[in-house]
């Protein structure tokens, strides 16, 4: 069946509510993305389409988490390759809004704050950006719940079909984000985690890898090489030894390291006493964050022995 577009809410609504109906669909999918997409937002498509009768793909680029206005400019806008690609992994429905539908009247006055989460990592590089992503997949979340009453109902006697959203386990600090967003705020959601997906060398994928010359894509290859350092020595509950990791890290000359650590993977707060000198037990989250050349990269590994 070939991908139907739609730019309104109403729009998605009315179509999102006709499938359920048609299939007596059982449950719906939301893969939230800002387009520029690549086979990791492919991975997460593919999830959701076989976990739910509906899905539903939006692409938004989302003014309120960028801090430069030439970032904002500069992000590359690609529909009809990603519709290409959503239609090729079976989504049913691409939301496409423009800013004025997602934010009638101009910036909100009241937004989702990401509190003390959100204050570290990417938030102490990026002030505002969790607040900004939070408000929009708050809204996403939102437009893509399934309507109440319709045909197939909810596994817990609710009358509702079950509703999941599907977020990269790339971006580690807004997949927590937005878990903890829907716990603490009830959102009848259940949140996917999906699997960083690599290059064949290991550069964990992203729409920013398009900005970066072969030099400088070889030397990014450094980041995903020492959080596979730390995973191995996790695995065989050896001492992390975080140090050395960071040393191979500041020995490729393109790359400026921002931060890398090893943080508990639900409240992101550092496990010193698993990185120096003790075998690391239990479960862990490594995160690293660097400029390589101009471009800014996120990676992570979640850890355990």
């Known amino acids: 069946m070939p991908i139907k577009l739609v730019t309104t809410v109403g ?3 009315a179509e999102s509510a006709r499938l359920l109906t ?5 449950s ?5 993305t800002m387009g ?10 593919r999830t959701a389409v076989e976990q739910n009768d509906v899905v539903v793909a939006s692409i938004f680029v989302n003014p309120l988490q960028f801090g430069d206005a030439v970032d904002l400019d500069r992000y590359p806008r690609t529909l009809e390759a990603d519709l290409a690609l959503l239609e090729a992994e079976g989504v049913d429905l691409a939301f496409a809004p423009s800013v004025e539908e997602v934010y009638p009247g101009g910036e909100p006055l009241v937004r989702v704050t990401s509190g003390r989460l959100g204050e570290k990592w990417e938030g102490a590089s990026r002030p505002g950006h969790f607040d900004g992503a939070l408000t929009v997949v708050a809204k996403l979340l939102h437009y893509g719940m399934p309507a109440a009453g319709l045909a197939g109902g909810g596994s817990d006697g609710s009358g509702l079909p079950a509703y999941r959203a599907y977020f990269g386990q790339k971006d580690a600090q807004q997949l927590a984000l937005v878990r903890r967003m829907v716990a603490d705020l009830n959102f009848p959601v259940e949140i996917v985690g999906v699997a960083t997906v690599r290059s064949a060398e290991g550069l964990a994928l992203s729409s920013r890898n398009r900005f970066l010359s072969d030099e400088e894509r070889e030397a990014a290859l450094v980041l995903s090489r020492a959080l ?16 050395s990791a960071v040393r191979l890290v500041e020995s490729q000359p393109l790359v400026a390291l921002d931060y890398f650590d090893v943080v508990d993977p639900a409240t992101l707060e550092p496990l010193a006493e698993n990185c120096r000198e003790t075998p690391f037990r239990g479960e862990g989250l490594a995160l ?4 390589v050349g101009p471009v800014r990269l996120i990676d992570n590994a979640p850890l355990s022995s």
């Not at 520029?36 to 498509?45: D, S, T, W």
């Open 228 to 243: 596979r350092l730390l995973e191995e020595r996790a695995t065989a509950r050896e001492p992390l030894d975080l140090e």
């Open 36 to 45: 520029a997409l690549h086979e990791g937002h492919a991975a997460l498509a």
């Open 288 to 291: 690293i964050a660097a400029k």
């Open 11 to 13: 729009d998605l609504h």
């Open 22 to 26: 048609s299939r007596h669909g059982a």
């Open 28 to 32: 719906q999918g939301l893969v939230p």
